[in-house]
């Protein structure tokens, strides 16, 4: 699967793990690191820490529901010209410093 996009998705400031933007959806794997660190907790409770890719056809849920909504969406949108149907797009440029435990960084720390 050749990835279009990558994001970088750090816990509590620990590099986690990467989502990628592919051709055929979207795919989400724990850094090894991260994996055998034994302070390290999921991503999210629908993304539970494993050596295995995660693939789906659709950005997953934990991560389209760290995107902004409402008036702010329509801000992230305005201001950085991003469609807001390009929800990868959204979460790259929104979700750098969220409220919460994760974030999402285009280039990795």
């Known amino acids: 699967m050749e990835a279009y996009r990558i994001a970088y998705v750090y ?15 979207y795919s989400f794997i724990y ?4 994996l055998a660190n034994e302070a390290a907790t999921a991503v999210s ?9 995660y693939t789906s056809k659709t950005l997953f849920s934990f991560f389209d529901g760290l995107i902004p ?22 979460l790259l440029v929104a979700c750098k410093d969220p409220i919460g435990n994760v974030r999402i960084k285009e ?3």
């Open 45 to 53: 409770l629908t993304l539970p820490m494993r050596a295995e890719e």
């Open 69 to 90: 909504e409402g008036w702010l969406l329509d801000i992230v949108s305005h201001n950085w010209k991003i469609d807001r149907k390009d929800r990868f797009g959204l």
């Open 107 to 109: 280039v990795r720390e």
């Open 31 to 34: 850094d090894n690191e991260y």
């Open 11 to 25: 816990v509590r400031d620990t590099f986690a793990g990467i989502l990628k933007e592919t051709d055929s959806g």
